[in-house]
């Protein structure tokens, strides 16, 4: 089947760290670019970062660059989001997505629910 | 980076009708925008790409038109299962940006 499947999220205080991780089933995931999207409780979506198939190159939303570190181990079909000291603006639920080839995701995971919280 | 603003925020709609919503980028990014479907609780799904290509399995009463700075996704007659809340997306540059997004509620 294919699908995207993150898991990692939970209840962390502010300062905190967690690592979100993202596991690829019925893709060539070796091949494609990967990326982590969120969405704050009742807002749109937000582009957090995107890593290339070969993890060369890493991009960042500018809010995230130097607290976020994106990777990906292509022999375990996964991809990875490190989030260190988070802060209550990061809750959100958090999507790792395909780019199908230019920057638009054609495959999603459900997301996971990342709480920032005292 | 560049921002997408989408109108209206909320459109009230009533099954059958024709539908537009818009999406204006604050500089040119030719044609590469896409359109996605959320559903409460879901992971969005995408719809059309390139601005007007319709993704695999999407029913043909979508469509998407508009290149530079100005696009719009139309549905041509709305169906129940289209109730939802609809975003484009630029990825013109390696940062990619989301409109706000249009909530499409029944009248």
């Known amino acids: 089947e294919v699908q995207l499947v993150e898991s990692g999220g939970g209840l962390v205080k502010p300062g905190g760290s967690l690592r979100l991780s993202c596991a690829a089933s019925g893709i060539t995931f070796s091949s494609s670019s990967m990326n982590w999207v969120r969405q704050a409780p009742g807002r749109g979506l937000e582009w957090v970062s995107s890593i290339t198939s070969d993890s060369n190159y890493l991009y960042y939303a500018n809010s995230m660059k130097d607290r976020f570190t994106i990777s990906r181990d292509n022999a375990k079909n996964s991809l990875y989001l490190q989030m260190n000291g988070l802060r209550a603006e990061d809750t959100a639920v958090y999507y790792c997505a395909r780019d199908r080839g230019g920057g638009y995701f054609d495959l999603w995971g459900r997301g996971t629910l990342v709480t920032v919280s005292s | 980076d560049i921002q997408m603003t989408q109108s209206p925020s909320t459109l009230s709609a009533s099954i059958g009708d024709r539908v537009t919503i818009t999406c204006r980028a604050s500089q040119n990014i030719y044609s590469w925008l896409a359109w996605y479907q959320q559903k409460p609780g879901k992971a969005p799904k995408v719809l059309i790409y390139?601005?007007?290509t319709l993704e695999s399995g999407v029913p043909p009463r979508f469509s998407g038109s508009g290149s530079g700075t100005e696009f719009t996704l139309t549905i041509s007659s709305l169906q129940p299962d289209d109730f939802a809340t609809y975003y484009c997306?630029?990825?013109?540059?390696?940062?990619?940006?989301f409109g706000q997004g249009t909530k499409v509620e029944i009248k």
């Open positions: 997306q630029q990825y013109n540059s390696y940062s990619v940006t």
């Open positions: 390139k601005a007007s």
